[in-house]
């Protein structure tokens, strides 16, 4: 079995999840699919300021990193886990502690 994946087959499987969940066309669903690939890029450099949409309709600032963890897999015990592609797992440094986010409420990047 095979346990890593290209970032390729990771951008297409957000942006098919984001299509399919949401009323988006396909080409909006791939623009936001490379904007997550690319914000878990800059996370696995450093603590990253972006913005998404909370489930109560308001917009969340969030400050995330995922430095020294591994690309699309979690650690259990040993074992892996595969990926999901319906949320996106972040260390939010302000509060301490893991937290996730649905790929379709993300907004943007900050600059």
């Avoid at 939010?92 to 937290?99: H, L, M």
Wanted: hydrophobic share 40%; net charge positive; glycine share 6%.
């Amino acid at each position: 079995m095979k346990t890593t994946s290209s970032f390729r087959v990771r951008v297409m499987s957000y942006a098919h999840h984001i299509f399919v969940t949401t009323v988006i066309s396909w080409s909006d669903a791939l623009k936001k699919a490379w904007q997550l690939y690319r914000l878990a890029k800059l996370m696995r450099q450093g603590v990253v300021k972006f913005y998404f949409e909370k489930v109560d309709g308001s917009a969340r600032v969030a400050y995330g990193t995922l430095c020294n963890l591994p690309a699309g897999i979690t650690s259990r015990k040993g074992g892996k886990k595969a990926p999901n592609y319906g949320t996106m797992c972040y260390w939010d440094t302000k509060k301490n502690a893991f937290r996730s986010f649905r790929v379709e409420n993300f907004i943007a990047i900050a600059v």
